[in-house]
């Protein structure tokens, strides 16, 4: 019987373990966090996508959002972006689909990440979650680095949607985009 008892102990013990896991559901667009906290993006998935343009400088292959006082002109980059699904009417220029694309100034098509390499996880230092994508197109080529992306979704209580934004884009290809919404606070 003593063992019974312990089994038992084990039990509940793994369950409490594991009932204070983070989880990122990325089919229903939701994340629960340690704390067990469900945060639901759900409202921010769309048909087709979020459009916008952002204005960047390359700096050696490092992408760096409209620096106030540069001397030179920023090249125009186009994003479509969806949260939690592909987006579903790209443009021309793409031949894959993925859940963030991004028109060069080139006119070519980079995808930045892959929906079936994703994952949520609780912003560092805010209140909120950041959706991170990877496995996009290969960078420069390569066989080993790919395109990646981070969507960081800030709280913010009076709007559904403020953005996206595009940040930054660092020089191990990763860019980071941000949304302001009522849906990532607590």
């Known amino acids: 019987?003593?063992?019974?008892?312990?089994?038992?102990?084990?039990?509940?013990?793994?369950?409490?373990?594991?009932?204070?896991?983070?989880?990122?559901?990325i089919t229903r667009c939701q994340y629960t966090g340690a704390d067990g906290h469900m945060y639901d993006l759900s409202p921010l998935r769309m048909k087709g996508s979020h459009y916008f343009s952002a204005p960047a400088y390359e700096i050696d292959s490092y992408n760096i959002y409209s620096p106030k006082g540069s001397e030179s002109d920023p090249l125009m980059y186009q994003y479509y972006l969806n949260v939690c699904d592909n987006v579903t009417k790209g443009p021309d220029a793409c031949k894959e689909t993925a859940p963030i694309l991004r028109i060069n100034p080139d006119k070519t098509c980079t995808a930045?990440?892959?929906?079936?390499?994703?994952?949520?996880?609780?912003?560092?230092?805010?209140?909120?979650?950041?959706?991170?994508?990877?496995?996009?197109?290969?960078?420069?080529?390569?066989?080993?680095?790919?395109?990646?992306?981070?969507?960081?979704?800030?709280?913010?209580?009076?709007?559904?949607?403020t953005g996206p934004t595009f940040e930054h884009q660092s020089n191990c290809f990763h860019s980071h985009f941000r949304i302001l919404t009522k849906h990532a606070c607590k």
């Open 1 to 25: 019987m003593a063992t019974l008892t312990g089994l038992t102990v084990l039990v509940a013990l793994l369950g409490c373990a594991l009932s204070a896991m983070p989880i990122s559901d």
């Open 112 to 161: 930045l990440g892959n929906i079936n390499a994703a994952i949520f996880d609780a912003n560092p230092g805010a209140d909120g979650v950041y959706l991170s994508y990877y496995h996009g197109d290969p960078s420069g080529g390569s066989r080993v680095f790919h395109y990646q992306s981070s969507v960081f979704f800030v709280c913010d209580n009076s709007t559904e949607m």
